[in-house]
């Protein structure tokens, strides 16, 4: 089937402008996760979903990151006040998640933001 | 925290020659240990991962290694070919927390024809 997609592909704004990056996971992946991918780095993770829930939203950098996933499938990130500092690649995973197993995750193809 | 150190940053290999990889991890709770591969601007690919339960796992051309004791893994791709090339990037979770992914910081492998 199809795997992890995320919209848009590529994301230029304006400092102090407000974003929001779309993920749509695998069908009937119940985990989402969110990370961020400077240049020449690893990605960083920034908040875990389970269902509609947070699970773990330790990794959001500060206040102006939000990200929902309302009905357990596509999920939001939400940044405001863009900084420029917040240009990176951002990549959405999703998982299976077997309560009894660590699960792989499979990886989209991130939203490049770019703020100017 | 986990903190995954990753080595080396670049290898040049001549196609046909072996690379590895190597990887640290900090938190000896951690017990799920995947490799990626990314080629530029696209996703990053599983392309095999090991529990902690074993302490090496082989497909084709592809091997990891895991020593718990001495908390390092390893990469190991033999025969390499030109589509080898791509940056490659360990991580490490563990089961029961959130399973988010502590990355390394990626080795970016070239291949020479």
């Known amino acids: 089937g199809a795997g992890v997609s995320q919209t848009p592909s590529n994301k230029v704004t304006e400092k102090g402008k407000y974003v929001e990056l779309r993920c749509d996971p695998i069908?009937?992946?119940?985990?989402l996760y969110w990370y961020r991918q400077s240049l020449g780095q690893g990605p960083e993770f920034l908040i875990y979903f389970q269902g509609t829930g947070a699970a773990d939203d330790s990794g959001l950098p500060n206040d102006r990151f939000f990200a929902v996933r309302p009905e357990g499938s596509v999920s939001t990130l939400k940044i405001q006040r863009t900084e420029r500092g917040d240009s990176a690649v951002y990549l959405c995973a999703s998982s299976f998640r077997d309560r009894a197993s660590t699960d792989t995750q499979y990886f989209g193809p991130g939203t490049r933001l770019t703020v100017l | 925290g986990e903190n995954v150190e990753q080595h080396p940053s670049t290898l040049s290999v001549q196609e046909g020659d072996s690379a590895v990889i190597k990887c640290t991890y900090s938190d000896s709770a951690s017990n799920y240990f995947p490799w990626y591969k990314q080629e530029l601007g696209k996703r990053p690919q599983l392309i095999i991962d090991i529990r902690s339960n074993v302490g090496e796992k082989k497909d084709q051309r592809i091997a990891v290694t895991l020593n718990k004791t001495a908390k390092h893994f390893s990469l190991h791709i033999t025969e390499t070919q030109p589509e080898d090339s791509a940056v490659y990037f360990c991580a490490a979770s563990i089961r029961g927390s959130a399973r988010q992914l502590t990355f390394g910081s990626g080795t970016q492998l070239t291949v020479l024809p």
């Open positions: 069908s009937g992946h119940t985990a």
